[in-house]
């Protein structure tokens, strides 16, 4: 019986065990991961009372995300 540690039981995206990634994937995927988080958080904060089961696309307009992918893109730029 092999014995099976925190870097096979932890996923992250796509379900990839965290102790098979890349070196240079993973730092790929964490940028990436907290430009999602930014942007998410904007659009998310942008509205008060959104109904939990309805989907983004039915509560805010196109230019919202536009916005948030933008601000989301700067803070990336600042930071590197």
Do not use: C, F, S
Not at 2 to 12: C, L, N, W
């Amino acid at each position: 019986m092999v014995a099976t540690t925190v870097m096979d039981t932890y996923k992250v995206r796509g379900g990839i065990a965290i102790g098979d990634l890349g070196w240079q994937e993973a730092k790929t995927l964490a940028r990436t991961n907290e430009r999602e988080a930014r942007v998410l958080r904007y659009i998310t904060d942008h509205v008060a009372n959104a109904n939990p089961g309805a989907r983004i696309r039915e509560v805010v307009k196109e230019q919202v995300v536009q916005n948030a992918i933008r601000l989301a893109t700067e803070a990336d730029n600042v930071a590197a």
